[in-house]
């Protein structure tokens, strides 16, 4: 009985190997990490651009933005990272 072959896109004995393009998934995660980056700094700029123009939302108006943009980041991480990948080819 052979061994199977293990390399690129082939599952080995030991672990397990994830379809696609190996560029294409690291530019995807890191797009992912940008995303929710942004997402949070906007958040956290809302948050204090609330507390500064209204004083008496403060501390709740910060941490009630903040809390959303941290939120909308991690919608947008599992967005992304649920979304199929998508295949060269023609357009439907």
């Given amino acids: 009985m052979t ?22 998934r690291l530019a995807q995660s890191s797009s992912a990490g940008y995303d929710l980056a942004a997402n949070v700094l906007v958040g956290i700029g809302l948050g204090w651009a609330c507390i500064h123009f ?3 939302t403060s501390p709740w108006g910060f941490l009630g933005f903040m809390a959303l943009g941290i ?18 080819g023609p357009k439907p």
Avoid at 71 to 88: E, V
Wanted: no cysteine; proline share 16%; aromatic share 12%.
């Fill in 54 to 56: 209204f004083p008496a």
């Fill in 71 to 88: 939120a909308s980041g991690f919608w947008q991480l599992f967005r992304t990272q649920l979304r199929p990948s998508r295949k060269p």
């Fill in 3 to 24: 061994e199977p072959e293990a390399g690129p896109g082939k599952a080995g004995k030991k672990g397990f190997s994830l379809p696609g393009n190996p560029a294409q």
